[in-house]
């Protein structure tokens, strides 16, 4: 059957689970919390679809499908993992030390996503990673989910967060490119009913198509013509990762537990400030721009990165202060 038959076949029986989402989510308990029964059925529909590329890769590679059968076991136990947690709202230690050493076996069976070396084009060096080569991968693969994570809290950050990464890391040469393909049109379907707040993505998804995008950054990096190196992989990914770090470094200096949740992440702040149209708007810019420029332009990488570092910093710092004066008027 036609690749294109699967994603029209695919895409309307996504539509009907999205528009039955409701009573999914009663029947799993898939939903936000006690009080609030949006539905987080999101991930869901996004493994669904993603199970229909694998039965298409079935059926028309069965060299593609038997090489990355590593690949397509561990991001579905990482998916059910986080659909126990959009559940029974696991422990975070439990959840992420769970991910962690999966990812780290993982590795090990299917050593082609390892990092092995560290190319930096700034300083035109490589270094060798060797022996730490798997603990330093499973490490960023499981910091780049933590901070996707964290950057879910308002309608369509993540599902546009998403579709961002795989748009600048687009590469014709990867073979996950069929997988990355079925994930980036339900993406799409699910933006359109979240933004208009029929359902979440939950952890099961943001875990789930993280690992994916983490995997196609590497697969990427170590074997397409993308000229990816670690600053353009730091610049794509700087705006979720810096705003996880600074809210564990503001928990840690206030005595607090760096895992648990607030409401200051960057788009908590920028939806008090601005209304949602234009709180996604700017914190898409500030992944979109600097990239745009180093695609175009010939700037210097670090530039751009610390340019970059200015604003978002100087956009908190002065939402921040707004707030404060508004409290004492």
Aim: with cysteine.
């Amino acid at each position: 059957m036609n690749l294109y038959f699967f994603y029209f076949f695919g895409s309307l029986l996504l539509l009907l689970l999205f528009i039955n989402s409701k009573k999914i989510s009663l029947i799993f308990k898939l939903y936000k919390k006690p009080g609030d029964n949006t539905p987080l059925t999101g991930g869901l529909g996004i493994y669904f679809f993603f199970l229909i590329s694998v039965f298409y890769i079935y059926l028309h590679d069965e060299r593609l499908f038997i090489s990355n059968l590593n690949l397509i076991i561990t991001a579905s136990v990482i998916f059910l993992i986080g659909i126990l947690d959009d559940i029974l709202n696991d422990k975070y230690k439990i959840r992420l030390s769970s991910i962690f050493i999966l990812i780290i076996l993982f590795l090990q069976l299917d050593n082609k996503f390892l990092i092995s070396q560290l190319y930096f084009e700034t300083l035109d060096s490589t270094f060798i990673l060797d022996k730490s080569s798997i603990f330093l991968t499973g490490f960023f693969i499981l910091l780049l989910l933590n901070s996707l994570n964290m950057a879910d809290g308002i309608n369509g950050n993540s599902g546009i967060i998403f579709l961002t990464y795989l748009v600048l890391l687009y590469d014709e040469n990867n073979e996950l490119n069929y997988f990355i393909n079925f994930i980036f049109i339900s993406l799409i379907i699910f933006l359109f009913f979240n933004l208009k707040n029929k359902l979440y993505m939950g952890d099961s998804g943001i875990y789930f198509v993280s690992f994916l995008i983490s995997l196609y950054t590497i697969s990427s990096y170590n074997f397409g013509t993308s000229n990816l190196s670690s600053e353009k992989i730091f610049l794509i990914f700087m705006i979720p990762g810096i705003d996880m770090f600074r809210l564990f470094c503001l928990r840690l200096y206030n005595k607090k537990n760096p895992f648990k949740g607030d409401l200051y992440h960057l788009h908590h702040l920028l939806i008090k400030s601005f209304d949602l149209k234009y709180a996604l708007i700017i914190y898409l810019l500030l992944i979109v721009w600097p990239n745009l420029v180093n695609k175009i332009f010939d700037i210097d990488i670090f530039f751009l990165i610390f340019i970059n570092l200015i604003i978002y910093f100087s956009l908190i710092s002065n939402i921040m202060k707004f707030k404060i004066k508004n409290i004492f008027k």
